[in-house]
């Protein structure tokens, strides 16, 4: 058998970095938060040793791994591929190659979201590295799989897909009590088919996700910092996402583009004035007027 390699891949995220395989190296994607998850699979538990290892993801021919926060992957990237490389192909067995991850129960849970045409539906699987928001069948096309069959429904309006959970959003033409049992299942078995959740290179590249960091004034950087940190996991807790666009310096003016449950939800405006604008002027002090919405 051929031995397995790896390259190092950056992603747009900073703390998380893709170790690229020339071999598939298991079916679906998968996830582990702590050594404790990790019982089934030995490799994600060795790396778990290292001190600067937060998470571990684990898909058909790539591994990323997210570290603690403003760690210098430059230092020790190497070695880290280097432990993989070795790891793998020191017993390429059958047997062997479960050390990866065996097999667990997909599971999917719906949760209602404060916009009442959106409902979240969470996985205890990773779907993607990078958040994205389709709004037709034309942009999901090439793109997404799964939010190019879920436009296959008449009464879908909007998908977005983020790390474990994908966002659907409806139209008015039925209650989510007629249909949310039937989506819950074409989403479940869509994943555990093996398909393409969503192409990687091409995952919110047209969501202004993607921004050359170095090249950004500090309040720029200091304003991402704060929506990764304190903004995100609010938001993706109910079945949103927002991301930085854009700073204007002279009217000190803050755009994001919404996504997911908080793109047209009712609160989204009161969300971004009294929660997220005010917590910027706090800690950006002097510098931050005004947050808008440039699409909602």
Same mark, same amino acid.
């Given at each position: 058998m051929n031995t397995i390699s790896f390259t #190092?891949?950056?992603?747009? #995220?900073p703390t998380i970095i893709k170790f690229e395989s020339n071999a598939v190296l298991t079916r679906g994607t998968h996830e582990f938060n702590s050594v404790d998850e990790a019982s089934a699979s030995p490799l994600t538990q060795q790396l778990f040793e290292f001190p600067f290892v937060r998470k571990v993801m684990i898909s058909a021919n790539f591994i990323a791994i997210e570290s603690i926060d403003n760690f210098d992957? $430059?230092? =020790?990237q190497e070695d880290v591929k280097d432990f #993989? =490389? %070795?790891?793998?192909n020191e017993d390429l067995k059958e047997s062997q190659q479960q050390v990866m991850y065996k097999n667990n129960v997909l599971e999917i849970y719906m949760e209602s979201t404060p916009n009442p045409n959106t409902m979240k539906f969470a996985t205890n699987r990773l779907l993607a590295i990078n958040g994205a928001t389709f709004e037709s069948v034309n942009e999901a096309k090439n793109t997404s799989l799964l939010a190019e069959a879920l436009f296959g429904f008449e009464f879908v309006n909007e998908v977005f897909i983020s790390e474990n959970y994908v966002s659907v959003t409806k139209n008015d033409t039925v209650n989510w009590e007629e249909i949310q049992s039937e989506l819950r299942t074409f989403i479940k078995k869509f994943i555990e088919s093996g398909q393409e959740i969503i192409k990687e290179n091409l995952s919110n590249q047209s969501s202004a996700e993607i921004h050359n960091y170095e090249n950004l004034d500090d309040t720029s950087k200091q304003v991402i910092a704060i929506l990764e940190k304190y903004v995100k996991p609010a938001v993706a807790s109910d079945g949103g996402n927002i991301v930085f666009h854009s700073y204007d310096t002279d009217s000190k003016q803050v755009s994001v583009i919404l996504q997911g449950a908080c793109n047209g939800c009712p609160s989204s405006t009161v969300t971004l004035k009294n929660g997220i604008e005010n917590m910027l002027k706090q800690m950006i002090p %002097?510098? #931050?007027? $005004?947050v808008k919405a440039i699409n909602g």
């Open positions: #190092i891949e950056k992603t747009d #995220i992957w $430059s230092s =020790v #993989i =490389v %070795n790891f793998i %002097n510098k #931050i007027e $005004s």
